[in-house]
Nanobody, 127 residues
Framework: QVHLVESGGGTVQAGGSLRLSCVAS?????MAWFRQAPGQEREGIAR?????????IYADSVKGRFTISKDRAKNILYLQMNSLKPDDTAVYYC??????????????????????WGQGTQVTVSS
């Protein structure tokens, strides 16, 4: 059984930065970050997979501003978020799969592909 615990959310002014962490217990495969704003569907924004090398893919809405990374030794997933905008306001979730995926080119993560979810952490960006 895998447990995921996120932290690092909070309130920040537009243009600011936050770093989210997701501590995973147990063996995980591919991991991803999702977010869900009020009244909207859960959106996959970044994923990290592994083939011959690490693969990272980002949604256009966060590309160039957010960076996903993983400390394999500690089994912690990170999301560094820079140049935050009010539109980034949402609950952010980390998710893990029980196996490694090899995504197609620029294939964004789908919620149905991940077995394990964290409890979510609120990110609020004020203008």
């Amino acid at each position: 059984q895998v447990h995921l615990v996120e932290s690092g959310g909070g309130t920040v002014q537009a243009g600011g930065s936050l770093r989210l962490s997701c501590v995973a217990s147990g063996n995980t495969g591919s991991m991803a970050w999702f977010r869900q704003a009020p009244g909207q569907e859960r959106e996959g924004i970044a994923r990290i997979d592994r083939a011959l090398s690490t693969i990272t893919i980002y949604a256009d809405s966060v590309k160039g501003r957010f960076t996903i990374s993983k400390d394999r030794a500690k089994n912690i997933l990170y999301l560094q978020m820079n140049s935050l905008k009010p539109d980034d306001t949402a609950v952010y979730y980390c998710a893990a799969a029980s196996r490694w995926f090899i995504p197609s080119h620029q294939e964004l993560p789908s919620p149905t592909a991940y077995n394990y979810w964290g409890q979510g952490t609120q990110v609020t960006v004020s203008s």
